[in-house]
């Protein structure tokens, strides 16, 4: 069974400061990981995907095979920043949902 | 504009009611998820549609239920409302069968059940 596992429920960070948000996954096979962001409870936006290997916002994240992780990275926070982050995971056969964790509140202290 | 519209966004109910919460997908998008989000859950996914035909369960309730209808719309249907089934629940939408490439969210639909 796949497994995303976000460890921070809640996580403040000073403006400027470096932001990393942890994300680690159980699948057996070659999942794709993506970020979502969510400002407010409007809806979830993508923030990233590991395939595309972009920076959004600012915002990075590497898929660690060794470690099973994907932590959301940036070096220098925004308040506008302030939101709630998820990570999820959607396995490699065809067919599969995204199987999100349970989710990051990132508040950006001025 | 996501491009997913779902409606009402919000609904107000009492307990034993039963709803219908609508999900317009993305256009060309064939595939139709409902998730819903609660305070103490996250996001827990209930059920998956590709092109009018199920393709996949989660948590959902046998008091709910859905369908994609010929022009891919999709209604969940909550019976037997009780105080518990208060969250927002969204719809999501993806051009593929699987969730290649992630999913397009629409706003969602705030439902308490009073």
């Known amino acids: 069974a796949q497994r995303v596992t976000q460890p921070e429920k809640l996580l403040s960070v000073f403006k400027g400061a470096p932001v990393e948000l942890k994300c680690n996954y159980s699948?057996?096979?070659?999942?794709?990981l993506f970020w979502y962001v969510q400002y407010s409870r409007q809806r979830l936006q993508l923030l990233l995907r590991?395939?595309s290997r972009e920076s959004i916002k600012g915002f990075t994240a590497d898929l660690n095979k060794g470690e099973t992780s994907f932590h959301l990275k940036k070096p220098f926070a925004q308040e506008e920043d302030s939101a709630m982050y998820y990570c999820?995971?959607?396995?490699?056969?065809?067919?599969?949902?995204?199987?999100f964790g349970t989710g990051t509140r990132l508040t950006i202290i001025p | 504009d996501s491009g997913v519209t779902q409606t009402p966004k919000h609904l107000i109910t009492a307990t034993g009611q039963r709803v219908t919460l609508r999900c317009s997908p993305r256009?060309?998008?064939?595939?139709v998820y409902w998730y819903q989000q609660s305070l103490d859950q996250g996001l827990q996914f209930l059920i998956h549609?590709?092109?009018?035909?199920?393709?996949a369960k989660g948590n959902i309730l046998e008091r709910f239920s859905a369908q994609q209808f010929p022009d891919l719309h999709s209604e969940l249907n909550l019976s037997s409302l009780e105080l518990g089934d208060s969250a927002l629940y969204f719809c999501?939408?993806?051009?593929?069968?699987?969730?290649?490439?992630?999913?397009?969210f629409g706003s969602g639909t705030r439902l308490t059940v009073v």
């Open positions: 699948y057996s096979g070659s999942p794709e």
């Open positions: 256009s060309g998008d064939l595939s």
């Open positions: 549609y590709y092109n009018g035909e199920e393709r």
């Open positions: 999820a995971l959607r396995s490699n056969f065809g067919n599969e949902k995204l199987t």
């Open positions: 590991h395939i």
């Open positions: 999501a939408s993806s051009a593929l069968q699987g969730a290649e490439g992630g999913y397009t």
